[in-house]
């Protein structure tokens, strides 16, 4: 298993992020719904090991996140895509995906031809040489992806990845999770569900810190099956519907 | 994609056209190998002795996009402090001394933060720390700060005791930059608290002794300095830690 969550909550001074979740994922696409403030960033941040849990214990790629050699090391074969990701406006997109590569020490003379293969797997190669300043939104985003697959990571953590894609984009980059699912294990939180359905081969929904569904996407239309919840697709039924299942329970007990 | 269209036929015909690529050559791995050498940044030598001496290219490419070490800010630099020397020939009251630590705290306070890092929150998950960029970064925008002051210093003939007094008020003033910039993740509210500290003491030793170098002269000070500076550096090594949660 190469990601590994036990009981692992998170507390942001009274608010409570993240309460008790518990997660195992090999290799293959994972994919993480929720509404807003349902905690997934704050989920994909710990497992960035950008901030740590409150409580309960983390293992990424059999390593303990909490001490320091285990912490670099995961770092070195990590990939992750931040939901606000900052670009430097005068870095152009090979430069700015390079400067990650470094940043994650991989060997300087592979560097080169790492780049060139991430530009490339984002479509970007017509923009390597174009100052970050001077691109659209979508291909910012494109260009994150590209740093954030550079290493070629063993866990990839993506962050709303589609968020600004256009829908030929979002086909394309539909394609490339399911490749790089193949070796690695692909963390996505996405709030758009057909994302989900197209791409990953587990999903879990969370609401209120909380997973309230683990399973397939198969798993979650049929929870929707019958039960006259709102979406336009089966999946987005079964999404609906374990959602407000978990409202209606939290009420109960509230 | 802008590579080769891999769908080509690239097999060559048993009839041998020349410029085809034999059946065994992948043309997307060759296109890759062309763009890594077409798009590959050649660092400069700045950037090559960086990566020598500290033995990581990663680091050395984190310290050369230092806004405080970019060439503007460099030449902005030298020409505050060669106005300081000129000012201090002119009128004979040392401002080089006064004007070093101000300068150093404001470009150790751009030097490192997420006010001033836009990918602050990706760096952070990044194998090379986020620490150790700070450290370098720190101590190279010093002693860089440290060698334009002293040559300025040493240009405008001043004494012994100012050219080097202002070394161990600028270590404070820098650290307090560095700290507050730091906790309150912002380099504007870092350089206030750097100058706004540094304009107090000054003044407060002219109001003492009568004197404006007595902030830089005053051999009492040097305790003082060195322990605002141990304090606000362990401020700043505990800011940057990786924040626990609280259960």
């Given at each position: ?8 909550t ?11 979740v ?7 696409v994972?994919g ?6 349902a905690?997934?960033?704050t ?11 409150s ?5 990424l790629?059999?390593?303990?996140p909490?001490s ?51 530009v490339?797997r984002v ?7 174009a ?14 992806i590209a ?15 589609t ?11 539909r ?23 197209a791409?990953?081969s587990?999903v ?17 239309t ?7 919840a ?11 519907s374990?959602?407000a299942?978990?409202r209606?329970s ?5 | 994609?802008?590579?080769p269209d ?7 015909g ?5 410029g ?17 050498q077409?798009?590959?940044?050649r660092p ?6 960086a ?5 990581s ?9 230092t ?6 800010w ?13 000012a ?21 306070a751009?030097?490192?933060g ?11 998950s990044m ?12 101590l ?10 002293l ?6 003939g001043a ?6 007094g ?8 820098s650290?307090?930059?560095?700290a ?19 304009t ?5 030793g002219?109001?003492?002794s009568g004197?404006?170098?007595?902030a ?14 141990a304090a ?6 505990c ?9």
């Amino acid at each position: 298993m190469n990601v590994q969550i036990t009981e692992v909550t998170r507390r942001f001074g009274r608010t409570q992020a993240v309460a008790g979740v518990s997660l195992e994922t090999g290799p293959g696409v994972f994919g993480l719904l929720g509404p807003n403030g349902a905690g997934k960033t704050t989920l994909l941040r710990m497992m960035a090991t950008v901030v740590p849990p409150s409580s309960g214990s983390m293992r990424l790629l059999g390593r303990d996140p909490g001490s320091y050699a285990s912490r670099k090391e995961i770092r070195r074969r990590l990939g992750y895509l931040p939901q606000n990701l900052g670009y430097y406006p005068g870095f152009t997109v090979a430069e700015f995906v390079e400067y990650f590569a470094l940043l994650k020490e991989m060997p300087a003379g592979q560097v080169p031809r790492a780049v060139a293969a991430a530009v490339e797997r984002v479509d970007l190669g017509g923009k390597a040489r174009a100052k970050l300043r001077t691109l659209s939104g979508g291909m910012l985003r494109r260009a994150g992806i590209a740093q954030a697959i550079v290493n070629d990571p063993e866990l990839l953590l993506l962050d709303e990845p589609t968020a600004g894609l256009d829908p030929e984009q979002r086909m394309v980059f539909r394609g490339l999770l399911r490749d790089l699912g193949q070796r690695s294990t692909v963390v996505v939180s996405t709030h758009l569900v057909e994302d989900v359905g197209a791409a990953c081969s587990q999903v879990a929904v969370m609401n209120e810190g909380q997973v309230v569904f683990h399973g397939t996407p198969a798993d979650l239309t049929a929870r929707g099956e019958g039960t006259g919840a709102a979406g336009d697709a089966p999946l987005e039924r079964g999404y609906s519907s374990v959602l407000a299942a978990a409202r209606s329970s939290l009420a109960a007990r509230s | 994609m802008t590579g080769p269209d891999t769908s080509w036929d690239v097999t060559g015909g048993p009839d041998g056209v020349p410029g085809r690529a034999p059946s065994d050559v992948d043309m997307n791995q060759v296109w890759l190998g062309v763009a890594a050498q077409v798009w590959r940044r050649r660092p400069d030598l700045p950037e090559r002795l960086a990566g020598r001496l500290l033995r990581s290219p990663g680091l050395a490419r984190a310290l050369v996009v230092t806004p405080s070490l970019l060439l503007a800010w460099v030449i902005a630099s030298a020409v505050v402090l060669a106005a300081g020397t000129a000012a201090t020939l002119g009128t004979g009251t040392p401002y080089v001394a006064l004007l070093a630590p101000a300068v150093a705290g404001t470009g150790i306070a751009y030097a490192y933060g997420p006010g001033i890092d836009p990918a602050w929150e990706l760096s952070r998950s990044m194998a090379i720390s986020d620490r150790m960029v700070l450290l370098v970064r720190a101590l190279a925008v010093f002693a860089l700060n440290a060698g334009l002051g002293l040559v300025a210093s040493l240009a405008s003939g001043a004494a012994a005791a100012v050219t080097f007094g202002w070394l161990v008020p600028m270590t404070a003033v820098s650290a307090l930059a560095l700290a507050v910039a730091t906790v309150a993740r912002s380099a504007n509210v870092g350089v206030v608290a750097g100058l706004g500290g540094w304009t107090i003491t000054v003044l407060s030793g002219r109001a003492a002794s009568g004197q404006f170098t007595a902030a830089v002269t005053s051999s009492a000070l040097v305790l003082p300095y060195l322990v605002v500076a141990a304090a606000c550096g362990a401020i700043a090594w505990c800011a940057t830690r990786i924040p626990r949660g609280t259960p």
